[in-house]
């Protein structure tokens, strides 16, 4: 899917597909200095995660394993409540890993908070966080995020693995939508 799929649903590109793939690369490069002679377990949060995953995890060359974690905010709002239930757990045992989370885009910081701290509390060697997107604008809880692609502004964004209802996730670039698709 492209821009030219989208009928009037796409607002503007905020990240294209160059710029993503250039800073996934200074991404990878980063990670492959801090865990020379280590070896990484990436654990991606389903489903926003998963492009950033594909991608990124084909960039880094120091040794890795892939596991994958569903998680969901309790409340009906669309906005994080704080308190996170687990929809599918991890088939790895975090003992002794290096666990670096794989994210799309941190906004409350709720989730990401809940996360690593339920993460290390398996006893994991370390957790560090690598996330494509973060909202600063919207933090309520100060997440340490050791890789970060854009800091971007407080805007509900589409594709590259975000979805609106479940769609756009195929783009290849990051936009916002038409505010008439979503009101
Ligand atoms: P947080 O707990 O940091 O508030 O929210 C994290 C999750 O909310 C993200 O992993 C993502 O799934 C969803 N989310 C937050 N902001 C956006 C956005 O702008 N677009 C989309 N599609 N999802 C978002
Ligand atoms: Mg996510
Ligand atoms: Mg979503």
């Given amino acids: 899917m492209d821009a030219n799929d989208m009928g009037d ?3 503007r590109i905020l990240i294209s597909e160059q710029q993503i793939a250039d800073k996934l690369q ?4 980063q990670i492959d200095r801090d865990y020379r002679g280590r070896e990484i377990l990436l654990v991606g949060v389903l489903k926003g995660a998963t492009m950033v995953m594909a991608d990124l995890s084909r960039l880094i060359h120091t040794p890795l ?5 569903a998680v969901s905010s309790y409340g009906a709002s669309t906005k994080s409540s704080g308190v996170v239930r687990i929809l599918k757990d991890l088939d790895s045992d975090l003992g002794g890993r290096d666990v670096l989370i794989v994210e799309d885009v941190i906004d409350s910081g709720l989730t990401l908070d809940w996360l690593t ?3 290390s509390s398996r006893g994991a060697s ?4 690598a996330a494509l997107l973060r909202k600063p604008e919207a933090a309520k809880v100060a997440v340490d995020v050791k890789y ?4 971007i ?4 964004v589409v594709g590259y693995g ?3 209802a479940e769609k756009y996730r195929n783009l290849p670039f990051v936009g916002t939508l038409a505010p008439h698709v979503y009101q």
Avoid: C, H, Q
Avoid at 26 to 29: D, P
Avoid at 126 to 129: L, R, Y
Avoid at 148 to 151: A, E, I, T
């Fill in 117 to 119: 701290r339920n993460l």
């Fill in 153 to 156: 502004p407080n805007d509900f």
């Fill in 126 to 129: 370390s957790v560090e966080i």
């Fill in 26 to 29: 200074e991404m990878a490069t």
């Fill in 162 to 164: 975000l979805d609106y």
């Fill in 65 to 69: 394993e892939i596991d994958w974690m």
């Fill in 148 to 151: 970060v692609g854009f800091d």
């Fill in 9 to 11: 649903a796409l607002e």
